[in-house]
C-alpha cells in the first residue's frame, strides 16, 4: 500500500472510532471517568496549527473558542456569537445575559449549566478535536437560598490545553469539585466581586486551580478590574492585549502564572 493510500485510509477510520465511543483519557483528570459519549467530528481545513487554541472575549462572559480542527465555541451564550453561527454553545441560568430559551437552531450542540428537570446537569462529550465535560457548583436563587448544581464549570480539552469556564460561580470549590476538575492551564473567571462573589473569595478559588493563564471576564468597569488586579499583589503576571483576540498553546505557557487582560468588559 502506497503512503497516500494509507493516510486516506486512515483518515477513515478516525470518524468510525469516534463513532464507537472510543476516546483517550482525559489527560486534564487524575482519576479515570466513565466513558464520555463521542460524536461525530466534522473535518474543517485548520486556521490554527495542531497546538494552538484561539480565544476572542466577546464580551460580558462570553469568549469564542476555536479549536485547530476548526470547531467553533461560545461560552455563556444568550442569543450572540461575534456573528457566527457556533458549533458548541455553553449556557448558565444564573441571570439571562448568560443563557437564551431561544438559540438558533442551527447550532449542533447546545450544553445547560443545570439541568432544567432537576439534579445536575451532566456533560462529557466529544466534538471534533474537542472534549467537553461539567463539573457543578450552586447559585444563589434570592428568597428562595442556595440553588443546588445551578451553574457548571464547563472544561475543554483542546490541543493539549485544559481550559475551564468557571461560568457565574458563586461560592469556593470544594476538595470534590476540585478533584472532578483536574488540572487545568486556563481559566476564564468572572471578577466582578458582587453579583458571582467578592474578589477576595475569586482569588482563593485561583489559588486553588493553579492555573497558569487567568483570563478574567464579567466586570462590567475598568474600575472593578483594577480593583482585582491590585489585589493580586504581584502573585500574577499582568499582560494586557490590544486585540480581544488571543492565541494559545500548550508549549507556551508562561513560566510565571499570568493574567491576560483582552479589552472588554
Keep these: 500500500m502506497t503512503t497516500l493510500r494509507l493516510l486516506v485510509f486512515l483518515a477513515m477510520m478516525l470518524p468510525i472510532t469516534a463513532a464507537r465511543g472510543q476516546m483517550p483519557v482525559s489527560e486534564c483528570l487524575a482519576m479515570a471517568q466513565a466513558p464520555p459519549l463521542a460524536q461525530p467530528a466534522r473535518y474543517v481545513e ?28 461560545a461560552t455563556d451564550y444568550s442569543g450572540y456569537a461575534n456573528g457566527i453561527v457556533p458549533d458548541v454553545v455553553t449556557m448558565n441560568h444564573a441571570h439571562s445575559t448568560h443563557y437564551t430559551d431561544f438559540p438558533d437552531p442551527k447550532i449542533k450542540h447546545v450544553l445547560r449549566g443545570w439541568n432544567p428537570d432537576g439534579g445536575p446537569a451532566r456533560h462529557d462529550l466529544q466534538v471534533g478535536d474537542v472534549r467537553i465535560r461539567n463539573v457543578t457548583t450552586d447559585i444563589r436563587g434570592g428568597a428562595l437560598g442556595r440553588v443546588p448544581d445551578g451553574n457548571s464549570i464547563f472544561i475543554f480539552e483542546i490541543a493539549g490545553l485544559c481550559i475551564g469556564h468557571l461560568g457565574h460561580l458563586h461560592h469556593e470549590l470544594s476538595p470534590a469539585q476540585l478533584g472532578s476538575i483536574g488540572r487545568l492551564d486556563i481559566v476564564l ?11 477576595a473569595n475569586m482569588l482563593t478559588v485561583l489559588r486553588d486551580l493553579k492555573a497558569r493563564i ?3 471576564m464579567h466586570y462590567f468597569r475598568p474600575e472593578t478590574l483594577g480593583r482585582f ?8 503576571a499582568v499582560d494586557y492585549k490590544a486585540d480581544p483576540t488571543v492565541i494559545l498553546s500548550a508549549k507556551a505557557l508562561p513560566e510565571k502564572p499570568t493574567l491576560i487582560v483582552l479589552p472588554g468588559y
Design 46 to 73: 485548520a486556521a490554527l496549527e495542531a497546538n494552538q487554541v484561539r480565544f476572542t472575549f466577546v464580551g460580558h462572559s462570553t469568549f469564542l473558542i476555536e479549536s485547530p480542527g476548526g470547531v467553533t465555541i
Design 189 to 199: 473567571v468572572p471578577v466582578d466581586g458582587t453579583y458571582t462573589m467578592a474578589q
Design 214 to 216: 487567568v483570563v478574567p
Design 229 to 236: 488586579i491590585n489585589g493580586l499583589s504581584g502573585s500574577l
